[in-house]
């Protein structure tokens, strides 16, 4: 008897041409011996709910590698990017603003 899995990789089956290619990234590694699939369906799965660096603590993986592909699989545009230039600058005004009330009470109880 013969088990089969079941369960594709999903990013592999939504865009195949991601893995056609090898990418040299290690010296000592041998083409097309590490697998990106497993980590990239992970990655796809959590990344609404989960930072790159507890990924990769989940997946026992390098920081960098998670991130690399975190990068590669937002240039596709299979996730969205968290937290964008618009994001931090609405916080930061908002931070500033409140700087900016604090001082001016201060400046109207001196007189």
């Known amino acids: 008897m013969t088990t089969t899995n079941t369960n594709r990789p999903i990013v592999k089956t939504i865009d195949p041409d991601l893995y056609a290619q090898h990418t040299f990234h290690m010296k000592r590694a ?3 011996t590490y697998n990106y699939a497993a ?6 799965q959590n990344w609404d709910n989960t930072t790159a660096k507890q990924i990769a603590h989940d ?3 390098y920081f960098d590698r ?3 592909r ?5 240039a596709r545009g299979h996730i969205k990017a968290k937290g964008s230039k618009k994001q931090k600058l609405t916080q930061m005004k908002r931070s500033l603003t409140i700087k900016l009330q604090k001082v001016q009470e201060k ?4 007189g």
């Open 39 to 44: 980590l990239d369906d992970y990655i796809l």
């Open 66 to 68: 998670v991130k690399w």
């Open 70 to 74: 975190v990068e590669v699989l937002r």
């Open 30 to 32: 041998t083409s097309y």
């Open 59 to 61: 997946r026992n993986e």
């Open 107 to 110: 400046l109207e109880q001196c």
